[in-house]
C-alpha cells in the first residue's frame, strides 16, 4: 500500500528552467510533509519540510506548494542549475504514527 | 562530529549466508531507522527504534532482524539471505519520531 505516490519518475529540465515533481497522499492523519534530496552515492538529506497550516513555503530557489482539499503537494526548482541534479523524495508523517512515509524519488537531471 | 556512520560501505554475500550491518550515530538521537532503496521504490522502511530499548517493524521487515545496542548503535541481521535482499541500505537517526532524519552513506549489499 503506496500511502505517498510520487510523480514523475524522472524529469529532464534545462538549465534556467523550473523543475516541478509532485505527490499526493492518501491519509488525512498526515500533518507534516518534508522533501528530501540526495546526490549519487550520498544518502538522502532534508531539503525543506511544510506543515499542512500554509499553502506555500519558500527556501531560496525551493517552493513547497501544498494544496489539502486535493491532498496534494509539490516542489518547484526555480532557475534550476546542473547541481541541482539529483533524487528526489517527498515524505509524509502523522502524529500518532510519527514515522515517516517516503515517495518512490524523481530523479532529476538538468541540462547545461 | 561523524553524523551517521555505517559498516560496510560495500559487500557482497552468496545466497544463504549471514551478515551484520553496523549504524553509529553520535548526535544523541532516540530514534534510529534501516531502509532500503531500490530503483522505482523509493526508501521503504525495514526497521525503525523510537528510543534505546525498543524496536518496531516497518513496511518490509521479512528477513531481516535489529538489535538497539546501545543509544549510539542500531545493527541490521541477514540470517540467511536471499538474491531479493540485493539493495542498498541506509541508517538514519533522529531527535524523535517527528523530527528530522539524518542518513548514513549507505551499504551497497549484493546477494548472489
Known amino acids: 500500500q503506496q500511502q505517498v505516490k510520487q510523480s514523475p519518475q524522472s524529469l529532464i529540465v534545462q538549465k534556467g528552467g523550473i523543475s516541478i515533481i509532485n505527490c499526493a497522499y492518501e491519509n488525512t492523519a498526515f500533518d507534516y510533509f518534508p522533501w528530501y534530496q540526495q546526490f549519487p552515492g550520498k544518502g538522502p538529506a532534508l531539503l525543506i519540510a511544510?506543515?499542512?497550516?500554509?499553502s506555500e513555503k519558500k527556501e531560496g530557489r525551493f517552493t513547497i506548494s501544498f494544496n489539502k482539499s486535493a491532498k496534494q503537494f509539490s516542489l518547484h526548482i526555480m532557475d534550476s542549475q546542473p547541481g541541482d541534479s539529483a533524487t528526489y523524495f517527498c515524505?509524509?508523517?502523522?502524529?500518532?504514527?510519527?514515522?515517516?512515509?517516503f515517495g518512490q524519488g524523481t530523479e532529476l537531471s538538468v541540462k547545461p | 562530529n561523524a553524523g551517521v556512520t555505517q559498516t560496510p560501505k560495500f559487500q557482497v554475500l552468496k545466497t544463504g549466508q549471514s551478515m551484520t550491518l553496523q549504524c553509529a550515530q553520535d548526535m544523541n538521537h532516540n530514534s534510529m531507522y534501516w531502509y532500503r532503496q531500490d530503483p522505482g521504490m523509493g526508501l521503504r522502511l525495514i526497521y525503525y527504534s523510537a528510543s534505546e530499548g525498543t524496536t518496531d517493524k516497518g513496511e518490509v521487515p521479512n528477513g531481516y532482524n535489529v538489535s538497539r545496542l546501545n543509544k549510539r548503535e542500531f545493527s541490521l541481521r541477514l540470517e540467511s539471505a536471499a538474491p531479493s535482499q540485493t539493495s542498498v541500505y541506509f541508517c538514519?537517526?533522529?531527535?524523535?519520531?517527528?523530527?528530522?532524519?539524518?542518513f548514513g552513506p549507505g551499504t551497497r549489499l549484493t546477494v548472489l
Open positions: 538514519a537517526s533522529s531527535k524523535g519520531l517527528r523530527n528530522e532524519q539524518f
Open positions: 511544510i506543515r499542512p497550516d500554509v
Open positions: 515524505a509524509a508523517s502523522y502524529n500518532q504514527g510519527g514515522k515517516l512515509i
